[in-house]
């Protein structure tokens, strides 16, 4: 890709359907920014270069500290590009992956609640709200970006006809399917089966073909969450309500109805059986390889409270200074309940990183699990290494990873070393 005048290009950071998306050296102001630039295979199309001005526009009118600046818009050559704010936190389809706690989830649907009030009143819709397009700061704010096919809502010059399906499927209110003119309110649908994708890490509603998801979106009832979620099912009837009259009707409604769960909710985290997940004030590990190493792991893994606890090495480095490693010990009694204790512990990860800074020594990881839940460990490891964003600076120590079974007889140990390779305890 050339430089565009007053910009040095870096490298490429994605792709869309309409754009590349590159990081780029603003050179006036010495600041790295995204460059959006329409794909030379369609900017010659008259519509879909009006599109893409026509958002950098609606952007550049919305100032809210959870909605994309838009520092530039202009046509070089044949490439019509915008310039915004570099957001080097990853999107929210890679948060997913690696897990959210509660208390961020929250805070995530608050934030994007809070944008969608902003632009509602100033009239304007998203109409394509889905984690894609939700990303992160590098203080793990989240932004909402993509204004491709927003639209005014009062819109007498429309560039889709009425009736015409705009939006992913996926995420798509059934007032939209049904191809009714949409509102406010068919983002805030969206906002909602977002919600439910951060809990649940899939949503409510899949299929292999469009109508089969659109069918379940506009008939199939909203799904009960499970029981370590229960709190959650009343606000997530109101924000994924069938009929737009019975859904919340502002993005001021949801941050009431959040404010109102954050001062309800427990402080002590609980896993999803009941079990309080707490730090211990001590600390034993081993690894796993031989029968010696099993057993000792077994008595130490059952000697603690059932669900997470964290504990904390450290040692000292030429004398000068310490480095630390996280031991991050799991007792769960059904397997089915590791996705949600790991991804609270998973939160743990992230404080302690930003609290040790430089001195991170390695992770280690250390499970009391049903045999059979082996594999669901090592799929949580590696959706965790690869999520990216805030968990990028796992690529860069060790990983130890350690699984005894409940009967203290079966293990299995290995290191994820800095070069992502897997290696195995003998």
Known sequence: MENIPGYKIKRKLGSGGMADVYLATQESFGRDVAIKILLS????????????????????????????????VGKFNQYYYMSMDYLPGGDLTQWIKAGIPEEEILKIVRQMADALQYAHQKGYMHRDIK???????????????????????????????AGTIIGTPTYMSPEAIKGKKPDGRTDIYALGIVFYEMLMKEVPYRASEFTAVAYKHVQEPIPVLPRAYTRYQEFLDKIVAKNPDDRFQSGREIVRAIDKLQQEKVLTPVS??????????????????????????????????????????????????????????????????LPVIFTQASDRIIDWHKERGGHVEDIEFNFLIEKWGFDGVDESISKLYDAGGVYEFLKKIPIKVNMVSHDGISGQGYIINKKGEKVYSS
Do not use: W
Request: one cysteine or more; aromatic letters at 8%; a negative charge.
């Open 41 to 72: 295979s369609i900017a010659g199309e008259e519509e879909f270069a009006a599109r893409f001005i026509r958002e950098a526009k609606i952007v550049a009118g919305l100032s809210h500290p959870h909605i994309i600046p838009v520092y530039d």
């Open 131 to 161: 984690p894609a397009n939700i990303m992160f700061r590098e203080d793990n704010s989240a932004v909402l970006t993509d204004f491709g096919i927003a639209r005014l809502q009062d819109a007498g010059d429309q560039l889709t006809q």
């Open 272 to 337: 999803a059986d009941g079990i309080k997940v707490q730090e211990s004030q001590t600390q034993r590990s081993s690894s796993v390889g031989s029968s010696g190493k099993v057993h000792s792991l077994f008595e130490m893994l059952a000697g603690i409270e059932k669900g997470a606890t964290f504990t904390e090495k450290s040692q000292r480095k030429g004398g000068v200074f310490k480095t630390y490693t996280l031991c991050c010990n799991f007792n769960i009694e059904d397997a089915f309940t």
